[in-house]
């Protein structure tokens, strides 16, 4: 369900068709909460047919039209009760974790190379994610600016602050990531031996 309230923040700040829209998730949203165009595209039709969208048809698109989709007085009151709701977690699915429960049963090699990956993965995130927060902290961020422009002149110091909040716990998670593979690779070193050099 969170992904309709994804949706709905976006839109908050202005109408958009759903390829801009994908577009827009994608380069915000996305980094913290990912959905494919197949989830996207049928979960607006379901919020007009709700009532928390209102969708018009405009020329454009590859059908020769496209739909513009702009929140209702009805969405803009759910995506406030649900920021007002306390979060609800769900149980752990986590390949990474299942895998490092059994990887004594993993050639020492391949368990080295799953952590180096795992590290290479983090650490790729984390220049991403330090990208967004330039742009946040320098003004030059397409996406956010296009908010800001609809927020009030009053909350727009709160608009940037929990924007780089959220993506300084996304560098937090990713350094703890990158700790906990290196932990890995200094029990993989006690356990089997240090990697013999190539």
């Known amino acids: 369900m969170s992904l309709r309230y994804a949706l709905l923040a976006i839109l908050k700040a ?8 994908y577009k827009h998730f994608e380069a915000s949203v996305g980094h913290v909460w990912y959905a494919p165009d197949s989830q996207i595209y049928p979960e607006l039709r379901k919020m007009e047919r709700e009532g928390l969208l209102e969708g018009e048809e405009l020329p454009g698109g590859r059908s020769g039209t496209k739909r513009r989709y702009h929140i209702t007085a009805s969405g803009k009151e759910a995506f406030a009760a649900w920021m007002n709701t306390p979060n609800t977690y769900q149980r752990e699915r986590d390949q990474v974790r299942l895998r490092a429960t059994y990887m004594e049963t993993a050639e020492p090699s391949a368990a080295r190379a799953q952590l180096r990956a795992h590290i290479e993965h983090h650490s790729d995130q984390i220049q991403g994610w330090e990208k967004i927060l330039y742009q946040i902290d320098s ?4 996406i956010l600016n296009r908010r800001l422009e609809k927020t009030a002149p009053q909350d727009q110091e709160g608009t940037r602050a929990f924007k780089r909040y959220a993506y300084e716990g ?3 998670d990713s350094e703890a990531e990158i700790s906990w593979a290196h932990r890995g690779l200094r029990l993989l070193d006690r356990l089997y031996g240090p990697e013999a050099a190539a």
């Open 139 to 142: 003004g030059t961020s397409p």
């Open 170 to 172: 996304l560098i937090l």
């Open 14 to 21: 202005d109408a958009m068709s759903g390829y801009d829209l």
